[in-house]
């Protein structure tokens, strides 16, 4: 499957954005999903993390409360819903995908993802 991120841009402070992330072909609904965040210098952090049905969620401490996790997968798509943003939230957001899990499963490791989308940029400005 291939995966493209998009949505990114530049927000102030307590701004809101929505990240996308599209995938091609028909097994979307089938893979696990998840978006990470990396800024220079650093590792990629999990930050949320969806099941093929979207029935189960999992967010990074950091995150929950302010962002959500959704997928539409007749439109083989990934959502990221973030408000309250604030500038510790600047990073180059990726979106992941792993097929061959059962249909509960969240994954928060990036090593367990087998594709990965190009990533979008988030900048919050204070």
């Known amino acids: 499957v291939q995966l493209q991120a998009y949505g990114g841009g530049l927000v102030q402070a307590g701004g809101s954005l929505r990240l996308s992330c599209a995938a091609s072909g028909r097994t979307f609904s089938l893979h696990a999903m998840g978006w990470f965040r990396q800024v220079p210098g650093k590792e990629r952090e999990f930050v949320a993390a969806?099941?093929?049905?979207?029935?189960?969620?999992d967010y990074s401490d950091s995150v929950k409360g302010r962002f959500t996790i959704s997928r539409d997968n007749a439109k083989n798509t990934m959502y990221l819903q973030m408000n309250s943003l604030s500038p510790e939230d600047t990073a180059v957001y990726y979106c992941?995908?792993?097929?061959?899990?059962?249909?509960?499963?969240?994954?928060?490791?990036?090593?367990?993802?087998?594709?990965w989308g190009q990533g979008t940029l988030v900048t919050v400005s204070s």
């Open positions: 969806i099941s093929r049905g979207g029935g189960s969620t």
């Open positions: 992941a995908a792993r097929a061959g899990v059962v249909t509960h499963v969240v994954i928060r490791t990036p090593d367990r993802y087998s594709y």
